[in-house]
């Protein structure tokens, strides 16, 4: 345990750490937090302060935070072989397992796996393999990918370059050849259309810009099943079937980025189970060590590893801790408890459909526009007024508001735009569930007094 006191602690943070997606000049001025310790679905400060994380870590933590055979797998790895490199023909008992392992829980038709540290780090891979797998089909001028407005695939210059958020591309210079459609955000951007219409029109977007950038240019369309850090935007159900028409009708890749979505979160092991839709390319993290090691990836359907794999040459991309043992092992126990306790599938018929029931209590108050969600993810969009959908403020002011009551309630969630955004580990019980509705209940009336 330190000897630093929670003020020594919290100045030495001020003073010296840049936090990601943080003000500096204010967390310089006011400090933050210091939490100090997980049990369950709770997290407590250097206070002993208890939380409900009603957001799973960073939408990782899906078994909770006490999983000792995680833990356990790790620490036995950590002293039998702490590292070696997964380069020049080399690999490790755990990397050949997990790959393996991940082979059985993704859908038919992806065999292979390259492992990443991160979910930012799998997206800049696939763009590295997309355009491989179209040089070696001799397509070499296919390279332009197309994501969306408002999607998020990450931070580095490739991932946030896909991602369309536009505060963090006005920040940095991205890559040229990404193009962006917009969202299938049907409450925000809807108006008064159909919900179908909207998602109809908003899907053939995809149609037009290929037409517009030429097929024999564009390489891959990447989307996450639910767009989470945007605000958790459910596709309307036309969405994804008008999609994979297109991609199945063009000769362009599709990735499905199922950092948030995969592992259960929806209510299936993949997002794109949920949507019934087949991509190409997976890109996964978070969940898959259920937070406890860093590890990303991408999973690689056949049509594109049947190509990099039967043509001459190096694929010349790498990353010192590809397939770290370490982060192997924590995958392996990881999806093995899933395995061994039917977490997906109790989830999607016991916990889940509660936490959307209860979450739809919360309809009716005043300032709540929308309640939306599937599985284990769900957003509650704040409004002035419920029929116009008046914002409740100009800015994110009100959300962030209601995010601060929340977390002084003793409840994580998260504020992105207008919206209040949960994301509760899989194995919280009813009780627990009833909860973090309670305090999102209180949080939500002390915004209304605030902003009504
Ligand atoms: N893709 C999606 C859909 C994400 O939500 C995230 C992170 O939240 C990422 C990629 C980036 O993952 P990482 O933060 O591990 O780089």
Same mark, same amino acid.
């Not at 962006?180 to 409450?187: A, L, M, N, T």
């Not at 959908?389 to 962030?400: L, N, P, T």
């Not at 509705?437 to 605030?450: G, I, N, P, S, W």
């Given at each position: 345990m330190s000897k630093n006191t929670t003020a020594q602690l919290q100045q030495a943070d001020r003073n010296h750490h840049l936090h990601p997606f943080t003000d500096f000049k204010q967390y310089s001025a006011t400090g933050g937090r210091i939490f100090s310790r997980a049990e369950h679905i709770y997290i407590y400060d250097s206070e002993d302060n208890q939380f409900l994380d009603g957001m799973s870590g960073l939408w990782c933590c899906n078994l909770g935070y006490s999983q000792p055979k995680i833990i356990e797998a790790v620490n036995q790895q950590m002293q039998q072989l702490p590292y070696y490199n997964n380069f020049f023909n080399c690999s490790n008992q755990p990397a050949a397992e997990m790959a393996k392992a991940l082979v059985e829980v993704t859908p038919d038709g992806f065999n292979n796996v390259f492992f990443t540290n991160s979910g930012s780090e799998a997206n800049d891979t696939n763009i590295r393999l997309v355009h491989r797998y179209y040089d070696l089909l001799e397509?070499?001028?296919?390279?332009l990918i197309i994501g969306r407005k408002?999607?998020?695939?990450? =931070?580095t210059i490739a991932a946030a370059s896909l991602g369309g958020m536009e505060f963090m591309h006005k920040q940095y210079r991205g890559i040229d050849y990404v193009h962006h459609i917009d969202q299938p955000h049907w409450f925000a951007e809807?108006?008064? =259309?159909d919900k179908n219409e909207f998602g109809l029109q908003v899907a053939r977007q995809l149609e037009a810009k290929i037409d517009e950038l030429g097929e024999e240019n564009v390489a891959a369309f990447i989307a996450e099943p639910i767009q989470g850090a945007g605000g958790v935007i459910i596709p309307p159900d036309s969405y994804w079937p008008e999609i994979q028409r297109i991609c199945n009708e063009r000769d362009i890749l599709l990735i499905s980025?199922?950092?948030?979505?995969?592992?259960?979160?929806?209510?299936?092991?993949f997002g794109c189970e949920t949507y019934n839709y087949q991509p190409d390319l997976i890109t996964f993290a978070k969940a898959v060590t259920n937070g406890f090691q860093p590890l990303g990836g991408v999973m690689v359907g056949d049509k594109v590893a049947n190509v990099l794999k039967t043509n001459?040459?190096?694929?010349g991309h790498g990353l010192?801790? =590809?397939?770290h043992p370490a982060s192997c092992a924590a995958g392996l126990a990881t999806l093995s408890i899933m395995q061994e306790q039917n977490i997906v599938e109790n989830t999607a018929q016991t916990i889940a459909p509660y936490l959307q029931q209860q979450l739809r209590s919360l309809s009716d108050h005043p300032i709540v526009g929308e309640v939306r969600g599937t599985g284990m993810v769900a957003a509650i969009e704040l409004v002035k007024n419920k029929n116009s959908r008046e914002k409740i403020a100009d800015d994110s002011a009100a959300a962030v508001f209601c995010r601060d009551q929340a977390i002084n309630n003793g409840l994580m969630v998260r504020a992105v735009g207008d919206a209040m955004v949960t994301a509760p580990p899989m194995v919280s019980s009813k009780d627990e569930i009833d909860q973090l509705v309670q305090r999102l209940h209180r949080a939500l009336d002390a915004t209304a007094k605030e902003y009504n």
């Amino acid at each position: 345990m330190s000897k630093n006191t929670t003020a020594q602690l919290q100045q030495a943070d001020r003073n010296h750490h840049l936090h990601p997606f943080t003000d500096f000049k204010q967390y310089s001025a006011t400090g933050g937090r210091i939490f100090s310790r997980a049990e369950h679905i709770y997290i407590y400060d250097s206070e002993d302060n208890q939380f409900l994380d009603g957001m799973s870590g960073l939408w990782c933590c899906n078994l909770g935070y006490s999983q000792p055979k995680i833990i356990e797998a790790v620490n036995q790895q950590m002293q039998q072989l702490p590292y070696y490199n997964n380069f020049f023909n080399c690999s490790n008992q755990p990397a050949a397992e997990m790959a393996k392992a991940l082979v059985e829980v993704t859908p038919d038709g992806f065999n292979n796996v390259f492992f990443t540290n991160s979910g930012s780090e799998a997206n800049d891979t696939n763009i590295r393999l997309v355009h491989r797998y179209y040089d070696l089909l001799e397509k070499p001028n296919k390279k332009l990918i197309i994501g969306r407005k408002n999607g998020y695939h990450g =931070s580095t210059i490739a991932a946030a370059s896909l991602g369309g958020m536009e505060f963090m591309h006005k920040q940095y210079r991205g890559i040229d050849y990404v193009h962006h459609i917009d969202q299938p955000h049907w409450f925000a951007e809807g108006g008064d =259309s159909d919900k179908n219409e909207f998602g109809l029109q908003v899907a053939r977007q995809l149609e037009a810009k290929i037409d517009e950038l030429g097929e024999e240019n564009v390489a891959a369309f990447i989307a996450e099943p639910i767009q989470g850090a945007g605000g958790v935007i459910i596709p309307p159900d036309s969405y994804w079937p008008e999609i994979q028409r297109i991609c199945n009708e063009r000769d362009i890749l599709l990735i499905s980025d199922e950092v948030i979505c995969g592992f259960g979160r929806t209510g299936n092991w993949f997002g794109c189970e949920t949507y019934n839709y087949q991509p190409d390319l997976i890109t996964f993290a978070k969940a898959v060590t259920n937070g406890f090691q860093p590890l990303g990836g991408v999973m690689v359907g056949d049509k594109v590893a049947n190509v990099l794999k039967t043509n001459d040459g190096e694929f010349g991309h790498g990353l010192t801790y =590809s397939g770290h043992p370490a982060s192997c092992a924590a995958g392996l126990a990881t999806l093995s408890i899933m395995q061994e306790q039917n977490i997906v599938e109790n989830t999607a018929q016991t916990i889940a459909p509660y936490l959307q029931q209860q979450l739809r209590s919360l309809s009716d108050h005043p300032i709540v526009g929308e309640v939306r969600g599937t599985g284990m993810v769900a957003a509650i969009e704040l409004v002035k007024n419920k029929n116009s959908r008046e914002k409740i403020a100009d800015d994110s002011a009100a959300a962030v508001f209601c995010r601060d009551q929340a977390i002084n309630n003793g409840l994580m969630v998260r504020a992105v735009g207008d919206a209040m955004v949960t994301a509760p580990p899989m194995v919280s019980s009813k009780d627990e569930i009833d909860q973090l509705v309670q305090r999102l209940h209180r949080a939500l009336d002390a915004t209304a007094k605030e902003y009504n």
